[in-house]
């Protein structure tokens, strides 16, 4: 039984006598549809909701909203119009049991679910600031794609965006576009060994690769080409070899080098922190074409740890490395620095402590150190 009470002349109110019944009896697809009603608040034009449920609906819009009346889960304003009452704005009673039933957890709930995890996260996790930055139910339903980027970096692990989803949610596209944007707006993917696509090593060298096959000669491109792991893997053997590599960090420089080497030079880009799949195309080339190597990076804490990584690629094949544009005279000339803040000075006491680290290396941390400043390698090649 339903009570009708007057509101004026042209609008009425009508809500059940009794109280809600349960919702066991609802159809799957009227859950749903029930659902995103209620995720609007609790108190909506009936147009709004009849729009959510999409072209070729609206019987099942107006079956759910006779049904939610009849079981006493809402209270319906009516509105007069071409001789008939016509359905203007429905407000949900019992809100709270209401979302409770259907799964849906309130505001203030979330809120404080947030809250202790966000207390029980470690504080060296990535991505905390950004994740304070959501609301709170976006930031719980992304709070595990920050814990698997630290054992993603912890387990020492590279590969494409499938990878990572995989690993981190046990399938390769279960990270939304909105989460792959928000992650690529707070931190570089790259710097995480995570590619959009499969990962490609840049390179130029006086170097043909031979396959069972084919092969493939590196000096015939004008400036560099780029590789696959897997076809660098494919090579059975290698003809001639560099007088020796050079590795730079940035892009740009990179680029630079690779256009004006010398004949007998090869070239390799360093992306960053030298993720696996780099690391382990690189001793694979090692082994087909073996020269000493001389490693440019920034001059700045990061790019100290960055050549170091990569020069123990070189120190494992029993090759020789040396930094290069790695010192006080090219952090001096170059055009512009930045002041060091607190996580460069404390890189820079772990670094000094590095077995072997080459001399002209630890010069550059005490400058920088005793300085307060570092720069970047664009500025110097």
């Known amino acids: 039984m339903l009570r009708v009470t007057p509101q004026s002349k042209t609008r009425r109110l009508r809500v059940a006598n009794h109280p809600p019944r349960g919702l066991d009896s609802l159809p799957d697809d009227w859950r749903q549809l029930l659902k995103r009603w209620v995720r609007r608040g609790g108190d909506s034009r009936w147009e709004t909701l009849k729009g959510d449920a999409g072209v070729g609906r609206q019987n099942l819009a107006q079956a759910l909203l006779d049904w939610l009346l009849d079981n006493g889960w809402v ?33 203030d709930a979330v809120a404080a679910q947030w809250q202790t995890l966000r207390t029980a996260l470690p504080p060296d996790t990535p991505l905390l600031d950004a994740l304070d ?59 995480w060994g995570i590619e959009r696509h499969t990962p490609l090593l840049l390179i130029a060298a006086p170097v043909t690769l031979r396959f069972p096959h084919a092969a493939l000669n590196l000096a015939a491109c004008a400036d560099f080409c780029a590789l696959t792991p897997a076809t660098l893997a494919a090579a059975a053997s290698a003809d001639c070899a560099p007088a020796r590599w050079l590795l730079l960090e940035n892009r740009t420089s990179f680029e630079r080098a690779a256009r004006t080497r010398a004949a007998d030079a090869g070239v390799v880009w360093l992306p960053g922190f030298p993720p696996e799949w780099w690391r382990k195309t690189v001793a694979y080339l090692l082994a087909l074409a073996p020269a000493p190597a001389a490693i440019a990076c920034d001059p700045d804490p990061a790019g100290v740890a960055i050549a170091l990584q990569a020069g123990a690629l070189w120190q494992a094949a029993g090759l020789d490395w040396q930094p290069w544009h790695m010192d006080i005279a090219t952090l001096q000339k170059l055009p512009s620095h930045v002041a060091l803040n607190a996580w460069d000075s404390a890189r820079i006491a772990q670094l000094r402590q590095t077995p072997g680290l080459p001399a002209t290396l630890a010069a550059l941390l005490d400058y920088m150190q005793q300085h307060k400043l570092k720069g970047e390698q664009e500025g110097a090649l």
């Open 75 to 107: 209270a319906l304003t009516e509105k007069f119009e071409r001789a008939e009452w016509w359905p203007y704005r429905l407000q949900f009673q019992q809100l709270a049991t209401l979302r409770a039933a259907l799964g849906i957890a309130d505001a």
């Open 133 to 191: 930055a959501l609301p709170p139910r976006t930031a719980l339903a992304r709070a595990n794609l920050a814990t698997a980027l630290a054992r993603w970096q912890l387990e020492q692990r590279s590969g494409t965006q499938r990878d990572f989803a995989l690993f981190a949610r046990d399938a390769t596209k279960a990270i939304s576009t909105a989460e792959w944007t928000w992650l690529g707006e707070a931190t570089d993917l790259g710097e």
